[in-house]
């Protein structure tokens, strides 16, 4: 990789990718590149310079919009903002590039691999890292200051994606641990959704101070076990991420948790456009420790309301009547 950045690319233009386009866009050494997978959106966000139906707020003239993977082979770098589902797709059409950033939060449901590992299969020559953190998009879209980490065993790249994206409201620390940031990310949707569930049933914010605890026990649990650092699973991408999702109407996990419990199905949330990457990464998780008979109650009983049909109250009492345990 050079010494300096001459082009990037943000492969998506749902609300995160949209932003993160912008972000790079502020940056005067940056030359930037936005793929958006329909080509009328893309002609549209050419004409307007504004993704309404995502995030608000204008995009920089200096954002080059396409619907071509082509036009991004000169690339140095691309983020990789598509939603988990459509990963593979797209990967099978990218032209090579030197560095590929994780920008997703989620888990193949078939094959329980991170978006890196999925990555590595399409480009194995490509540098990796994984960017991750509390980053509700309309809130970054506002100027609203966050922070993420990226994370990636190649130290040149994730302190060039550092050096990208630092500005005033928006810092970024590196790390090296990829496997726990990834799943740090993707791990706290299924408690986002839990969270939304016992807002949906106004059970309090006792009750919810209690499950994203003991979430958050799990996901250090699960994460470990998977080759992940305790530490990164209470930093930006593990609890950071597991605060803002939990806490935030705005979260997409979270509002797929209130409406799911309010009686509406997965189709419906399909149709009204809800990505929540919880969904499909619970499926997972229940699958994988099921196999390995794993204890995992929360995560077990999001899928047994999710995907079973089960009544969430059955499912809470159930949890509540657990055989009494230490904490730790």
Request: proline share 5%; aromatic share 4%; net charge neutral.
């Amino acid at each position: 990789m050079s010494a300096a950045l001459s082009a990037v690319a943000v492969i998506g233009a749902g609300a995160w990718g949209t932003v993160l386009a912008q972000l790079l866009a502020q940056n005067p050494a940056v030359e930037v590149t936005l793929w958006v997978r329909r080509p009328e959106l893309a002609a549209k966000l050419v004409q307007t310079r504004e993704n309404a139906a995502y995030v608000p707020g204008q995009l920089s003239e200096r954002v080059a919009v396409t619907a071509n993977l082509g036009a991004v082979s000169g690339a140095e770098a691309a983020f990789m903002a598509v939603p988990g589902r459509g990963l593979r797709g797209v990967l099978a059409e990218l032209p090579g590039l030197p560095a590929l950033i994780s920008c997703g939060k989620g888990l193949e449901p078939a094959t329980f691999k991170r978006p890196t590992q999925v990555m590595a299969e399409y480009q194995p020559d490509a540098a990796l890292g994984a960017l991750s953190g509390p980053n509700l998009a309309g809130e970054i879209a506002r100027g609203l200051p966050a922070s993420a980490t990226v994370a990636s065993r190649d130290e040149t790249l994730a302190r060039r994606v550092q050096a990208w994206l630092n500005q005033p409201a928006f810092r970024v620390y590196t790390g090296s641990d990829l496997v726990g940031l990834e799943l740090g990310g993707a791990l706290k949707n299924v408690i986002a959704l839990a969270a939304g569930m016992c807002d949906g049933l106004g059970l309090g914010d006792n009750a919810k101070a209690a499950l994203v605890t003991r979430g958050l026990a799990e996901m250090v649990r699960l994460g470990t076990l998977l080759g992940g650092d305790a530490r990164t699973f209470y930093g930006l991408s593990g609890l950071g991420d597991l605060m803002a999702t939990c806490a935030s109407t705005g979260s997409r996990n979270h509002q797929a948790g209130v409406r799911l419990v309010r009686g509406e199905t997965l189709a419906a949330l399909t149709a009204a456009h809800l990505t929540a990457e919880g969904i499909p990464t619970v499926r997972a998780v229940a699958r994988y420790a099921a196999e390995r008979g794993l204890e995992l109650p929360i995560s077990g009983a999001v899928y047994d309301v999710v995907f079973r049909g089960r009544s969430p109250e059955t499912v809470i009492g159930e949890l509540m009547l657990r055989d009494a345990k230490p904490e730790w």
